[in-house]
C-alpha cells in the first residue's frame, strides 16, 4: 500500500488544530490508560491500521498490559475492564457508529453514571478527534508499522 497525500503538509493548519485539541485533551482529566482504549477502540472499529498500529504501541508503552489490548475487540466478554471503562468503550461504539441507533439513550446513561458532566463532553471530544484522524489516515493511506511510541506521550 502506498500513501495517497501527506495532509500535514497539504493542510497543516487543519491539523495543527487537530494537535491543538490533543493537547487539550491530554490535560482534561480523562486518565491516558482511557483515552489509549477509546483511540484503539474507535480505530479498530474504523479498520484504521495506521492508527491502530500507533495507540497499540502508545497504550503498550504507558503499561497497558498485552492481554488487555488483545481482548480489547471482545471487551463486552473479557472480565479485564472496568465498568468506567466498559462505559467508555459503549459510548465510543455508539458515537462512532452514529448511523447505527444514534448514541442510544442507554449507552449515554450508562456512560452518565461513571463520568461527569464535563468529563462527558472531553470523552464524546476524544472520540471524535480520534474519528477524525482515522479518517485521514483511511483516506490518505497512512502507512502502518513505522510509528514508535514516545513513553511520555500527550496525546
Known amino acids: 500500500m502506498e500513501a495517497r497525500l501527506y495532509d500535514a503538509k497539504a493542510a497543516p493548519g487543519g491539523i495543527r488544530a487537530l494537535y491543538g485539541l490533543e493537547a487539550y485533551l491530554a490535560g482534561c482529566g480523562l486518565e491516558p490508560s482511557l483515552r489509549e482504549l477509546v483511540k484503539l477502540w474507535a480505530s479498530q472499529i474504523n479498520g484504521c491500521a495506521y492508527c491502530i498500529d500507533m495507540h497499540t504501541k502508545d497504550a503498550r508503552a504507558q503499561g497497558e498490559t498485552e492481554q488487555r489490548l488483545y481482548l480489547l475487540d471482545a471487551w463486552r466478554e473479557a472480565p ?5 471503562e466498559r462505559a467508555a468503550l459503549a459510548w465510543t461504539e455508539a458515537v462512532t457508529l452514529i448511523t447505527d441507533g ?4 442507554g449507552v449515554f446513561e450508562q456512560a452518565r453514571k461513571h463520568f461527569t458532566d464535563q468529563k462527558l463532553v472531553n470523552l464524546i471530544l476524544a472520540i471524535a478527534a ?5 479518517r485521514l489516515s483511511i483516506g490518505f493511506r497512512a502507512v502502518p508499522g513505522a510509528y514508535q511510541a514516545r513513553t511520555s506521550h500527550a496525546a
Open 80 to 84: 479485564f475492564y472496568s465498568d468506567r
Open 102 to 105: 444514534h448514541a442510544p439513550d
Open 130 to 134: 480520534i474519528n477524525a484522524w482515522n
